[in-house]
Protein backbone atom coordinates (compact mmCIF):
# COMPACT_ATOMS: atom_id res chain seq x y z
CA UNK A 1 0.00 0.00 0.00
CA UNK A 2 1.20 3.38 -0.76
CA UNK A 3 0.55 6.25 1.38
CA UNK A 4 1.77 9.61 0.25
CA UNK A 5 5.45 8.76 -0.96
CA UNK A 6 6.03 6.02 0.81
CA UNK A 7 5.30 2.19 0.64
CA UNK A 8 4.10 0.10 3.45
CA UNK A 9 4.34 -3.42 3.67
CA UNK A 10 0.96 -5.41 4.81
CA UNK A 11 2.44 -8.51 6.41
CA UNK A 12 5.40 -8.95 9.14
CA UNK A 13 5.69 -5.26 9.95
CA UNK A 14 3.98 -2.59 12.35
CA UNK A 15 4.28 1.19 11.35
CA UNK A 16 3.30 4.05 14.23
CA UNK A 17 0.59 6.52 13.22
CA UNK A 18 1.54 9.17 15.12
CA UNK A 19 -1.57 11.06 16.83
CA UNK A 20 -1.86 15.04 16.52
CA UNK A 21 -5.00 16.31 18.43
CA UNK A 22 -5.57 19.82 17.27
CA UNK A 23 -8.39 20.09 19.92
CA UNK A 24 -9.25 21.79 23.52
CA UNK A 25 -11.23 18.86 24.51
CA UNK A 26 -9.59 15.61 23.61
CA UNK A 27 -9.04 12.88 26.39
CA UNK A 28 -5.36 12.94 26.39
CA UNK A 29 -3.70 15.78 24.95
CA UNK A 30 -6.29 18.60 24.39
CA UNK A 31 -4.67 21.79 24.28
CA UNK A 32 -1.32 20.74 23.96
CA UNK A 33 -0.89 21.15 20.80
CA UNK A 34 -3.30 23.73 19.65
CA UNK A 35 -0.64 26.54 18.97
CA UNK A 36 0.81 26.06 15.49
CA UNK A 37 4.29 26.45 16.74
CA UNK A 38 4.06 23.97 19.32
CA UNK A 39 2.30 21.43 16.88
CA UNK A 40 5.18 21.64 14.67
CA UNK A 41 7.50 20.87 17.46
CA UNK A 42 5.16 17.76 18.34
CA UNK A 43 5.41 16.39 14.77
CA UNK A 44 9.25 16.97 14.45
CA UNK A 45 9.54 15.30 17.76
CA UNK A 46 7.50 12.08 16.78
CA UNK A 47 9.19 12.03 13.47
CA UNK A 48 12.39 11.57 14.93
CA UNK A 49 11.11 9.11 17.23
CA UNK A 50 10.08 6.71 14.50
CA UNK A 51 6.68 8.06 13.38
CA UNK A 52 5.60 6.51 10.14
CA UNK A 53 2.36 8.35 9.48
CA UNK A 54 1.13 11.38 11.15
CA UNK A 55 -2.60 11.60 12.31
CA UNK A 56 -4.33 15.03 12.08
CA UNK A 57 -7.79 15.31 14.05
CA UNK A 58 -9.73 18.62 14.47
CA UNK A 59 -12.81 16.92 17.06
CA UNK A 60 -12.51 15.23 19.68
CA UNK A 61 -14.13 11.82 19.99
CA UNK A 62 -13.98 10.79 23.20
CA UNK A 63 -17.44 10.11 25.20
CA UNK A 64 -19.61 13.09 25.36
CA UNK A 65 -17.70 15.33 22.83
CA UNK A 66 -18.97 18.00 21.36
CA UNK A 67 -19.65 17.88 17.45
CA UNK A 68 -18.29 20.64 15.31
CA UNK A 69 -19.47 21.73 12.53
CA UNK A 70 -17.70 21.13 9.16
CA UNK A 71 -16.52 24.81 9.07
CA UNK A 72 -14.95 24.77 12.73
CA UNK A 73 -12.84 22.00 11.73
CA UNK A 74 -11.89 22.76 8.82
CA UNK A 75 -10.35 26.03 10.54
CA UNK A 76 -8.44 23.62 13.36
CA UNK A 77 -6.68 21.71 10.89
CA UNK A 78 -5.88 22.39 7.40
CA UNK A 79 -3.59 24.96 8.73
CA UNK A 80 -1.90 22.77 10.39
CA UNK A 81 -2.08 20.05 7.65
CA UNK A 82 -0.53 22.87 5.52
CA UNK A 83 2.07 23.71 7.57
CA UNK A 84 3.31 20.35 8.47
CA UNK A 85 3.34 19.85 4.30
CA UNK A 86 5.70 22.74 4.14
CA UNK A 87 8.19 21.42 6.75
CA UNK A 88 7.57 17.91 6.79
CA UNK A 89 7.99 14.75 4.23
CA UNK A 90 5.40 12.65 6.60
CA UNK A 91 2.24 10.84 4.99
CA UNK A 92 -0.68 12.70 6.47
CA UNK A 93 -3.62 11.08 7.61
CA UNK A 94 -7.15 13.19 8.27
CA UNK A 95 -9.05 11.95 11.21
CA UNK A 96 -12.35 12.76 10.11
CA UNK A 97 -15.84 11.37 9.28
CA UNK A 98 -17.30 14.77 7.43
CA UNK A 99 -17.22 14.61 3.79
CA UNK A 100 -16.98 18.43 4.17
CA UNK A 101 -13.88 18.21 5.87
CA UNK A 102 -12.32 15.35 3.85
CA UNK A 103 -12.75 17.43 0.98
CA UNK A 104 -11.11 20.76 2.04
CA UNK A 105 -8.12 18.23 3.76
CA UNK A 106 -7.89 16.26 0.32
CA UNK A 107 -7.54 19.66 -1.55
CA UNK A 108 -4.58 21.04 1.59
CA UNK A 109 -2.92 18.15 0.46
CA UNK A 110 -3.35 15.17 2.69
CA UNK A 111 -2.32 11.68 1.82
CA UNK A 112 -5.06 9.41 3.35
CA UNK A 113 -8.50 9.72 5.30
CA UNK A 114 -9.13 8.43 8.49
CA UNK A 115 -12.70 7.54 9.29
CA UNK A 116 -13.82 6.74 12.71
CA UNK A 117 -17.54 5.84 11.46
CA UNK A 118 -16.41 3.49 8.62
CA UNK A 119 -18.17 5.53 5.89
CA UNK A 120 -21.68 4.78 7.81
CA UNK A 121 -22.02 8.36 9.19
CA UNK A 122 -23.93 10.07 6.22
CA UNK A 123 -26.76 7.33 6.21
CA UNK A 124 -26.81 7.05 9.60
CA UNK A 125 -27.47 10.83 9.86
CA UNK A 126 -29.72 11.84 6.78
CA UNK A 127 -31.16 10.58 4.07
CA UNK A 128 -27.81 10.83 1.90
CA UNK A 129 -26.09 8.81 0.31
CA UNK A 130 -22.35 7.41 0.76
CA UNK A 131 -20.81 11.08 0.21
CA UNK A 132 -17.71 10.26 2.15
CA UNK A 133 -16.96 7.14 -0.06
CA UNK A 134 -17.59 8.64 -3.03
CA UNK A 135 -15.09 11.29 -2.10
CA UNK A 136 -12.73 8.97 -1.33
CA UNK A 137 -12.73 7.21 -4.52
CA UNK A 138 -12.63 10.09 -6.25
CA UNK A 139 -9.35 11.06 -4.97
CA UNK A 140 -8.07 7.52 -5.33
CA UNK A 141 -6.40 8.15 -1.93
CA UNK A 142 -6.07 5.10 1.07
CA UNK A 143 -8.53 5.23 4.02
CA UNK A 144 -8.63 3.69 7.14
CA UNK A 145 -12.07 2.50 8.22
CA UNK A 146 -13.22 1.66 11.47
CA UNK A 147 -15.50 -0.27 13.13
CA UNK A 148 -18.51 1.67 15.15
CA UNK A 149 -22.55 1.48 15.43
CA UNK A 150 -24.90 3.44 17.87
CA UNK A 151 -25.52 0.69 19.89
CA UNK A 152 -24.12 -2.18 21.83
CA UNK A 153 -27.07 -4.96 21.25
CA UNK A 154 -24.53 -7.83 19.94
CA UNK A 155 -25.93 -10.81 19.56
CA UNK A 156 -22.36 -12.53 18.78
CA UNK A 157 -19.73 -9.85 19.74
CA UNK A 158 -16.72 -11.05 17.27
CA UNK A 159 -19.22 -12.02 14.71
CA UNK A 160 -21.25 -8.88 14.49
CA UNK A 161 -18.15 -6.68 14.73
CA UNK A 162 -17.08 -9.40 11.22
CA UNK A 163 -20.32 -8.08 9.63
CA UNK A 164 -20.54 -4.80 10.82
CA UNK A 165 -17.20 -3.95 8.76
CA UNK A 166 -18.26 -6.39 5.85
CA UNK A 167 -20.96 -3.53 5.58
CA UNK A 168 -18.48 -1.04 5.29
CA UNK A 169 -16.48 -3.01 2.96
CA UNK A 170 -19.45 -3.46 0.82
CA UNK A 171 -20.21 1.04 0.82
CA UNK A 172 -16.47 1.40 0.01
CA UNK A 173 -16.87 -1.08 -3.15
CA UNK A 174 -20.43 0.82 -3.72
CA UNK A 175 -18.36 3.41 -3.63
CA UNK A 176 -15.72 2.68 -5.89
CA UNK A 177 -12.60 2.35 -3.28
CA UNK A 178 -10.09 0.36 -4.26
CA UNK A 179 -9.73 -2.65 -1.75
CA UNK A 180 -6.04 -2.74 -2.12
CA UNK A 181 -6.79 1.08 -0.82
CA UNK A 182 -8.50 0.18 2.96
CA UNK A 183 -7.30 -0.08 6.49
CA UNK A 184 -9.89 -1.70 8.83
CA UNK A 185 -9.51 -0.59 12.40
CA UNK A 186 -11.59 -3.00 14.97
CA UNK A 187 -12.93 0.60 16.90
CA UNK A 188 -11.64 -0.21 20.91
CA UNK A 189 -13.31 1.96 22.62
CA UNK A 190 -16.56 2.80 20.57
CA UNK A 191 -19.69 0.86 20.95
CA UNK A 192 -18.44 -1.46 22.92
CA UNK A 193 -18.06 -2.46 26.75
CA UNK A 194 -14.78 -2.68 28.86
CA UNK A 195 -14.94 -6.84 28.53
CA UNK A 196 -15.79 -5.99 24.80
CA UNK A 197 -12.60 -3.99 24.22
CA UNK A 198 -10.66 -6.88 25.83
CA UNK A 199 -12.27 -9.42 23.72
CA UNK A 200 -11.78 -7.50 20.56
CA UNK A 201 -7.86 -7.14 21.08
CA UNK A 202 -7.45 -10.74 22.00
CA UNK A 203 -9.38 -11.80 18.77
CA UNK A 204 -8.06 -9.54 16.42
CA UNK A 205 -6.61 -12.22 13.69
CA UNK A 206 -10.16 -12.69 13.06
CA UNK A 207 -10.87 -9.76 11.66
CA UNK A 208 -7.85 -10.39 9.24
CA UNK A 209 -9.93 -12.92 7.31
CA UNK A 210 -11.35 -9.72 5.71
CA UNK A 211 -8.37 -9.26 3.68
CA UNK A 212 -7.36 -6.09 5.03
CA UNK A 213 -4.47 -5.06 6.94
CA UNK A 214 -5.13 -3.77 10.22
CA UNK A 215 -5.17 -0.91 12.63
CA UNK A 216 -4.95 -0.79 16.65
CA UNK A 217 -5.66 2.18 18.32
CA UNK A 218 -5.41 1.73 22.31
CA UNK A 219 -3.09 4.18 23.36
CA UNK A 220 -4.20 5.74 26.61
CA UNK A 221 -7.93 4.93 26.48
CA UNK A 222 -9.92 4.09 29.09
CA UNK A 223 -10.05 0.10 28.70
CA UNK A 224 -6.61 0.75 29.78
CA UNK A 225 -7.19 2.82 33.15
CA UNK A 226 -9.60 0.44 34.13
CA UNK A 227 -7.81 -2.33 34.29
CA UNK A 228 -4.76 -0.84 35.59
CA UNK A 229 -6.65 1.59 37.72
CA UNK A 230 -4.55 4.32 36.50
CA UNK A 231 -5.15 8.38 35.11
CA UNK A 232 -4.97 8.75 31.28
CA UNK A 233 -1.13 10.54 31.76
CA UNK A 234 -0.33 7.08 33.40
CA UNK A 235 -1.14 4.62 30.64
CA UNK A 236 1.96 4.31 28.78
CA UNK A 237 2.83 0.93 30.04
CA UNK A 238 -0.51 -0.35 29.62
CA UNK A 239 -0.40 0.88 25.46
CA UNK A 240 2.78 -0.76 25.16
CA UNK A 241 1.15 -4.09 25.75
CA UNK A 242 -1.76 -3.40 23.83
CA UNK A 243 0.86 -2.86 20.65
CA UNK A 244 2.85 -5.89 21.85
CA UNK A 245 -0.09 -7.57 21.21
CA UNK A 246 -1.19 -6.02 18.20
CA UNK A 247 2.12 -7.36 17.17
CA UNK A 248 1.94 -10.38 17.59
CA UNK A 249 -1.97 -10.73 16.08
CA UNK A 250 -0.66 -9.10 12.78
CA UNK A 251 -1.84 -5.39 13.43
CA UNK A 252 -0.02 -3.61 10.22
CA UNK A 253 0.05 -0.17 12.37
CA UNK A 254 -0.87 1.14 16.00
CA UNK A 255 -2.04 4.65 16.28
CA UNK A 256 -0.25 5.93 19.46
CA UNK A 257 0.60 9.17 21.07
CA UNK A 258 3.70 8.05 22.79
CA UNK A 259 5.79 7.33 19.89
CA UNK A 260 9.36 6.55 20.85
CA UNK A 261 8.26 3.95 23.33
CA UNK A 262 5.70 2.05 21.16
CA UNK A 263 8.92 2.20 18.54
CA UNK A 264 10.78 0.38 20.56
CA UNK A 265 8.05 -2.02 22.06
CA UNK A 266 7.98 -2.96 18.29
CA UNK A 267 11.33 -3.43 17.70
CA UNK A 268 11.64 -5.89 20.28
CA UNK A 269 8.38 -7.58 19.40
CA UNK A 270 9.49 -8.13 15.92
CA UNK A 271 12.98 -9.58 16.76
CA UNK A 272 11.97 -11.82 18.62
CA UNK A 273 8.97 -13.15 16.37
CA UNK A 274 11.19 -13.42 13.13
CA UNK A 275 14.18 -14.90 14.77
CA UNK A 276 14.07 -19.37 14.15
Not at 82 to 104: E, N, Q
Not at 122 to 141: F, H, P, V, W
Not at 247 to 274: Q, T, Y
Request: aromatic share 6%; with cysteine; proline share 3%.
Amino acid sequence: MKIGNREFCEHGKTYIMGILNVTPDSFSDGGNWNCQDQALYHVEKMQKDGMDILDVGGESTRPEYTKLSVEEEIERVLPVIRAVKSRFDIPISLDTYKAGVAKAGIEAGIDMVNDIWGLKYDTITSEKENTMGELIARSGLPCCLMHNRTNKDYQSFMQDVAADLSETLYLAEKAGISSNQIILDPGVGFAKSYEQNLQIMNNLEQLRVLGCPLLLGTSRKSVIGLTLDLPVDQRVEGTLATTVIGVMKGCSFVRVHDVRENALAIRMAEAILSSY
